[in-house]
C-alpha cells in the first residue's frame, strides 16, 4: 500500500512539472455557506422559518387549526416535508466554522466542527459534514506511515458515510472524488475507478473534470486495461486541450508494462550495488542515464501487481524504490 502522499503525478520523474491530487477539490469551493431566512408570514398567515426537527412545524399546525384554517392532506404533508429538509442553523453554523477552520489548515478544529454536525444526527447537513471530516483526516499532517495508513482508511469510511445520507449532487461529486483518490492511494484501483466515474459527471468545479478524467486513465492502465487507458487519456487531450495534465496524459499512451526504480547514482559502488539487488530479486538490472548519473531499474513486467511484488522484494534494502510508469 502507498501511503505517501504527493502534489507530483503518478510516477512522473522529479524534474518534470508537479500536478495536484484530486483532493484540491476543496470544501470552500462550491459549498456556499447558508444564511437564515427571515421569519415572514404568507397569506394563510403561516409563519415561515427554518429549522431542523419536526416540533416547530407540528406546533403551528396545531394553533393554526385551533384558529379554524385548514389545510389539506397534500399540503400538510408538503410541509411537514420543507421542515424536515430544512437546515439546522446550528449545525451551519458548526459546518461553517469547520469550513474556515480547514480553509487554515487547522485540521483537527474542523473534525471536531464536522463530528458536533453528524452527533446532532437530524440534519440535511450531514453529507457535507462527513464530507469535511473525511477531508480534514485525510489532509492533516501524518508523522508516520502508521498514521497514513490509518488515516486513509478513517477518510474513506467518512466518504462512504457521506455518500449513505442523500447528499446534493455537488456534494456527492465531490465524495466520489474524495473516496476515489483515497482508493487511489490504497492501491484499490477498481473502486477508484468507479468512484473517479460517479465523480466525473457531478462535480460542480470544471476544472477538475481532466484531473479526475486523468486519474481514471491512471487506473485502468494499472489494471491492465491498456487500450481503454490510451482512450481516456486521449480524452483529456481532445476534450481539455488547455489543461495541465494533457502532457502527462500524452506521456503515458502507449504504456503495456511496468518496472520498478531503485534510485540514481553517481558512485559506481552504489550502481553496483543496486544492480545486485535487482539481480536477487529476480529481475534482469537495466541502467540508464540521466544528466551525468546513473537509474537503475529492473526491467519491464506485463502487471501493475508483478512490479509491485518486485518493488516488496527490494522494500527492505531501497524503500524508496518505486513502480513506474
Known sequence: MRTQRTNQPANQPANQKSETSV??????KGIPNQTRMPKTRNKRGFVRRRAGTFSILVSDLIRHSRKGVSLSNAGFWFLVLLTACADNPQSQQQLSAGKQALQAQQYDPAIRDADAVIAAGDSPDLAEAYYLRGYAIENRPKPGTADAIRDLSLARESYTNGLSHDPAPAVAGRLHAQLGNVAFYQDDYSTALREFNAAYTLVDDPQNKPLILYHMGVCEQRLGRFDDADRTFQRVEQQYPGSEYVPYARSREGIRGFYVQVGVYSK?????????????????PLKTNDKGLTVIRTSDVPSYDQA?????RLAS?????????
Open 23 to 28: 483532493h484540491a477539490l476543496s470544501p470552500s
Open 268 to 284: 559506481q559502488s552504489d550502481i553496483q550495488k543496486a544492480a545486485s539487488a535487482v539481480a536477487s530479486a529476480g529481475s534482469a
Open 308 to 312: 509491485q511484488d518486485l518493488k516488496e
Open 317 to 325: 534494502r531501497y524503500p524508496d524504490a518505486r513502480v513506474m510508469p
